[in-house]
């Protein structure tokens, strides 16, 4: 079998691992391989394709993988469910303290306790949400106060 038919085989193969691993390091030997077959086509010797595949492989394993492993990975980041509650801002249907309260909060009522717990929030006050603890929002006015100042 001809030298270049076995890169591009090797280039094939490394390329059906990226599709499994998606790490973007066996994409970079795929290209490498066909830098072999380009110097098997121009009619290279064995030891000068393998030299170029290896030159090529560390190039871009080291010169382009980081690049566009940040291009693909540099979008905001993206929260739901109740990671998507914290810091946003609930106003107090029920005095709030270290251990009840009520809050309105994206539309919904949520159970509340303050942080730090000797705080107390009155009815009708703005508070933001620190963290959510099971079925109970942990609140506090920090943040806000700081906005509106």
């Known amino acids: 079998m001809a030298d270049e038919v076995v890169w591009i085989v090797v280039a094939g193969a490394l390329l059906v691992g990226e599709l499994l691993t998606l790490d973007l390091v066996l994409v970079m030997f795929a290209l490498a391989a066909l830098v072999g077959a380009g110097l098997a086509v121009l009619g290279a010797d064995l030891i000068v394709q393998l030299v170029g595949f290896a030159v090529a492989a560390a ?3 080291f010169g382009l993988r980081p690049v566009a492993r940040r291009h693909l990975t540099s979008g905001p980041v993206l929260r739901t469910g109740t990671d998507a509650l914290v810091g946003v801002p609930a106003v107090v249907l029920e005095r709030v303290d270290g251990s ?3 809050v309105r909060l994206a539309g919904e009522v949520w159970s509340a306790r303050s942080y730090p717990a000797t705080d107390e929030f009155e009815v009708g006050a703005t508070v933001r949400v620190l963290r959510v603890d099971g079925a109970h929002v942990i609140v ?3 943040a806000v106060r700081r906005e509106l100042d």
């Open 140 to 142: 506090h006015a920090d």
């Open 59 to 61: 190039g871009l394993t």
């Open 100 to 102: 009840t309260g009520r």
